[in-house]
C-alpha cells in the first residue's frame, strides 16, 4: 500500500525523540548519550540487561554487511520510493522467542522515515507456528532491506532460547539449573547470553576478566590444582574463582584449599553423587562433559547446583521465523 501520509509513532534513528539531544527533559539518562535508538526502545533493552549502544553497533554491523556499503539494488528497483506497509515478524513452528526488542533495533537503523511498532509476544515467550510476534509499518523499502539482518538474529537468538526452555523444562522440580559457557559467535556473545536467560537457563561468565575458570591447561602450568587455585586467589582475591576437575582426588585438594565454585569434568552420574557427598554443601558443584537432554535429569539427581551446556550457544539451530509483507487493502 502508498500511504505515506500515515502517522506512525516510533522514531528510527537520530530525530526529535532521540536520546542523543541535548535538550533532553530532567529525568534523562546519561547511558544513552550515545545512543541513536528511541529513548523507549533502549530503555526495554536496558531493561532487558543488554547495553543499548552495543545493540545499535551490531545492528549497523550486521546491515553493512549485508549492503556492502551500496543499495538493496532488489528493492530499489522494484518498490516505489514513497510506498509504506505493514509487515509481521512471523513464527514458523513453535517453540521460545528471544531478539524481539533487537530485531527493533535493526529496522530501526534501516529506517529513513518514522516507524510505528506492534507488539503481539514478549522475548521468553513460548510460541505456535503462526504467531504473530511483531508487526511493523513503515517505508515498505526499508522493510524489505532490514528483514534478512533482523530475522539473521531473531531466528539465531529464538533458537538458542528454545533449546535452552527443552533443557529448564526437563530440570524443572531440580535445584539444578542449565549453564551456558563462553562458546559463543564472535561479536554476539551478549546478545545469545540473552537467550539463554530467555529460555530459562543462568548465564556462566561474559569474559575472561570478571571471573577465573582454572582448567586442566592451568593446572598443568601452575604444577597443580591447588597450586594454580592458590595462585589466582592470590593475584586476584575478590575475583569469582571456578577450578575444573577431572578426579575425586582433585576435587579433595580443591575443597580443601578453599575452593567455592569447582566444575565436574567429565564425571558420570555416579562420581557426581560421589563429590556432592563429599563436598557436603562446602561448595557449589557444576557438572560438565557428557551431558545430553536425555541424561540431564540423572545428573540433576545427583544434587549438583548446575550442567554447564555449551551446545546451547554453539550448537543450536535458529527457530523458524518469517517476515510476511501484508497485501494490499
Known amino acids: 500500500m502508498t500511504t505515506p ?12 525523540g532521540c536520546a542523543c539531544g541535548a535538550d533532553s527533559d530532567e529525568n534523562y539518562d546519561e547511558t544513552y548519550l550515545e545512543c541513536g535508538l ?3 526502545l533502549a530503555q526495554l533493552l536496558t531493561d532487558a540487561g543488554l547495553d543499548p549502544v552495543e545493540v545499535e553497533d551490531i545492528a549497523n554491523v550486521a546491515i553493512q554487511e549485508d ?3 551500496g543499495v538493496d539494488v532488489t528493492t530499489v528497483a522494484t518498490i516505489p520510493e514513497d510506498a509504506v506497509a505493514t509487515a509481521d515478524f512471523t513464527a514458523r513452528e513453535a517453540g521460545v522467542v528471544a531478539g524481539l526488542r533487537i530485531a527493533e533495533a535493526v529496522v530501526s537503523v534501516v529506517c529513513t522515515a518514522e516507524f510505528e511498532v506492534e507488539r503481539h509476544v514478549e522475548d521468553g515467550d513460548r510460541v505456535e507456528a503462526g504467531d504473530k510476534l511483531l508487526s511493523v509499518t513503515t517505508r515498505t523499502r526499508d522493510l524489505l532491506t532490514a528483514e534478512r539482518s533482523a530475522l539473521n538474529i531473531l531466528c539465531r537468538l529464538s533458537g538458542i532460547a528454545t533449546a535452552t526452555r527443552a533443557w529448564a523444562d526437563v530440570l524443572d522440580g531440580t535445584k539444578a539449573k542449565v549453564r551456558d559457557t563462553r562458546k559463543t559467535t564472535p561479536g554476539l556473545r551478549s546478545l545469545e547470553k540473552f537467550a539463554v536467560r530467555c529460555g530459562g537457563g543462568v548465564n556462566h561468565r561474559m569474559s575472561l576478566s570478571d571471573a577465573a575458570l582454572v582448567k586442566d591447561n592451568h593446572v598443568v602450568a601452575a604444577g597443580g590444582v591447588a597450586q594454580a587455585f592458590r595462585a589466582v586467589r592470590e593475584r586476584f582475591p575478590d575475583v569469582p574463582i571456578e577450578v575444573e576437575v577431572d578426579t575425586l582426588h ?3 585438594e580443591v575443597v580443601d584449599a578453599g575452593a567455592d565454585l569447582i566444575l565436574l569434568d567429565n564425571f558420570p552420574p555416579g562420581e557426581c553423587e560421589e563429590a556432592v557427598a563429599l563436598v557436603a554443601g562446602r561448595a557449589t558443584l557444576e557438572a560438565s562433559g557428557r551431558l545430553t537432554l ?3 535429569k540423572a545428573y540433576a539427581d545427583t544434587g549438583v547446583d548446575y550442567l554447564a551446556v555449551g551446545a546451547l550457544t554453539h550448537s543450536s539451530p535458529v527457530l523458524d521465523i518469517g517476515l510476511d509483507l501484508r497485501a494490499a487493502e
Open 38 to 40: 528511541d529513548p523507549a
Open 294 to 296: 536425555d541424561n540431564a
Open 5 to 16: 501520509d500515515l502517522p506512525l509513532a516510533s522514531s528510527g534513528g537520530c530525530g526529535d
Open 250 to 252: 582433585q576435587l579433595r
Open 67 to 69: 549492503l556492502a556499503h
